[in-house]
């Protein structure tokens, strides 16, 4: 199978480590490594001390797990297997699905959450947003015209990145119920799972209330542990699992012995990873709610209710491409914008998980003066 270019990544991989500032960036500020190892338990301690570099379970380690399942209702450790986000998602695709399979994928979704369905072979359609004013909604009377006794698999992504845009309970059951009707996998991307910054409960984890779901997770969003390049699927199907497991055996075959166990003192102390990112995220926000008021007529915002980032529609008679390549060339700010999810020329994503996102504004502020916007 020959895969389209990664168009976000290939972004990021031209200014992440050149630009000065990141201001779309989808995690937070990354902990230090002593900082999670000062979390440890006496028993994960010794794991460390005494860790040899040897192979590690394919699936996963048992302590790890079982960490892992601490955050499911109804998950067993058998239920669980453990890989790097992007392998999850590139084996759950071909272990799952056949050229001419019909697939619904929300938009607009990061690229490799319908790349490689698109390139399988698959019929591949689209569940659109409804946009206004800077707000963001996915209509399930839409969704109900998309779905059919055909579909395969649906694929969502709550919270969403880039809008930040979640359902209600009472809207994952409404997906749930369509999808259970129509006899229709879904594939949960939740790796910004617990990323919700206003009031109200966290949605349950789709496999934990869906037969036919798979959920995706990992340590990159909610932790801030992207370097760990830790991950799990999460499933009631085994079957499914095991074929899983068997596709990896062609790629990694196991992760990383040291960022397992790492992964297993993050997942233990969620509360001190969440809570820090939390609080950097909402103050973040009523900044850009300040700077946008400020700028009405350049741009659409809504603080949005979950994730670490919004989607925001410009107002510029360019595209945001060439906004993006001026401003990150005369201020070193890096902006990812809307061409690079295949969704039209007129937004951007914006991240609020860095610590020096005031000093962003400042750069942008000065940036707008200058060329008179």
């Not at 490799?112 to 996915?138: F, M, R, V």
């Not at 995706?216 to 992207?226: D, E, I, P, Q, V």
């Not at 960022?259 to 995220?281: C, G, H, M, P, V």
Request: hydrophobic residues 40%; charged residues 25%.
């Amino acid at each position: 199978m020959k895969l389209k270019d990664f168009a976000i990544e290939r972004y990021f991989a031209k200014y992440e480590f050149s630009a000065k500032y990141m201001m779309s960036s989808s995690d937070c500020d990354g902990f230090g490594m002593d900082e999670v190892l000062s979390l440890a338990s006496a028993s994960e301690k010794k794991d460390w001390e005494e860790l040899k570099l040897g192979y590690t379970e394919t699936r996963g380690s048992v302590p790890l797990r079982k960490a892992i399942q601490k955050h499911y209702q109804n998950i067993e450790l058998d239920e669980i297997i453990v890989t790097s986000p992007g392998e999850a998602n590139f084996v759950l695709m071909n272990v799952l699905l056949s050229k001419g399979d019909e697939v619904v994928c929300m938009a607009p979704m990061y690229q490799s959450l319908y790349q490689i369905a698109k390139d399988i072979g698959c019929q591949l359609t689209l569940w659109e947003p409804i946009e206004e004013n800077g707000a963001w909604d996915y209509a399930i009377d839409q969704l109900n015209r998309l779905i059919t006794k055909k579909t395969k698999l649906l694929i969502v992504n709550f919270p969403h990145n880039p809008t930040g845009y979640s359902p209600s309970k009472e809207g994952q059951l409404e997906i749930i119920k369509l999808c259970r009707k129509n006899d229709v996998y879904i594939f949960s991307d939740e790796m910004y799972r617990f990323l919700d910054h206003t009031q109200g409960a966290h949605l349950p984890s789709m496999c934990d209330v869906y037969e036919k779901s798979i959920s995706l997770w990992g340590t990159s969003k909610t932790f801030g542990l992207a370097g760990v390049r830790i991950g799990w699927i999460t499933s009631k199907d085994r079957g499914l699992l095991q074929k899983i497991e068997n596709f990896k055996d062609y790629l990694s075959i196991c992760s990383s012995a040291p960022s397992e166990i790492l992964a297993t003192i993050a997942l233990n102390n969620l509360d001190y990873f969440l809570q820090r990112n939390l609080e950097k995220i909402r103050h973040n926000i009523e900044l850009f709610k300040i700077f946008q008021k400020k700028h009405k007529a350049l741009f659409d915002f809504q603080a949005p209710p979950t994730s670490s980032t919004a989607f925001v529609r410009f107002h510029l008679e360019s595209s945001t491409a060439e906004f993006a390549e001026n401003l990150v060339k005369e201020t070193g700010i890096m902006l990812l914008p809307s061409e690079a999810f295949e969704y039209g020329t007129k937004h951007a994503r914006i991240g609020f998980g860095r610590e020096n996102f005031p000093e962003v504004l400042a750069g942008l502020e000065q940036f707008l003066k200058e060329n008179n916007y």
